[in-house]
């Protein structure tokens, strides 16, 4: 679904202080108002926000600066205005373990609103998984990537300057966002501009087209 600026406008009023929880679900409601977001998995999650990214903002590459654990420096991530993420190969994933076989669901939205002090609650995955094991969590997240290579994505960046390999997540949510914020101020800015130079109201400058209401700020900037 194609938001409108006053959509995206909206979004940003609404949570621009909100959790990344709380941001995630607003933009998944209003991207997908026909499904129930607190069930769409991590991963589908992600692959929406990247195509709504393309269709909402244009074929935009996936762009991020790292810091290099090791010296410091910072570089580069940029994976191109084509990337999308691996497709998801099951629902579930299987784990054998200790001669019993556990079924565990993906990780989904509303698990984001039940993560507390930034602990991902994996119990609820599967209730009845030996979740103190250590050795099960590992055989559990082998098994969640396998389900969905595009779950919790992460890059290995190697340092141009002292060789050291630096991890770096893809976070859907943040690229997503930062476009909407980008618009949102772009909208408030115009309406300055508008305001002082003629003395239009919010209301009457979201009356007109953003490109012909860019025409009237270029005339008076």
Sequence with gaps: MRLTESDLVGLFDRFEHGREAERSAGLLAALCPERTVGDVSLGDRDRLF???????????????????GGCGEWMSLD?????????????????????????????????????????????????????????????AEAALDAADPGLDLVFDLTCPECGDQTECGLD????????????????????????????????????????????YVEMVT
Excluded: H, I, N
Aim: proline share 6%; net charge positive.
């Design 50 to 68: 990247l195509k709504a990214r393309r269709e909402q903002f244009g074929a935009r590459g996936v762009q991020a600066k790292v810091q290099c």
């Design 172 to 215: 859907t949510l943040d690229f997503l966002w930062r476009d909407v914020e980008a618009c949102a101020l772009r909208f408030f800015a115009d309406v300055g501009v508008l305001a002082r130079a003629f003395g239009w109201s919010e209301a009457e400058t979201a009356a007109l087209s953003p490109r012909r209401r860019r025409r």
């Design 79 to 139: 994976l191109g205005a084509g990337f999308t993420l691996p497709p998801k190969v099951s629902d579930t994933a299987q784990v054998t373990f200790e001669g019993t076989a556990y079924t565990l669901r993906l990780p989904c939205q509303d698990d984001l609103l039940r993560t507390q002090g930034g602990q991902f609650p994996m119990a609820l995955l599967c209730p009845d998984a030996p979740w103190e094991s250590d050795a099960f969590c590992q055989a």
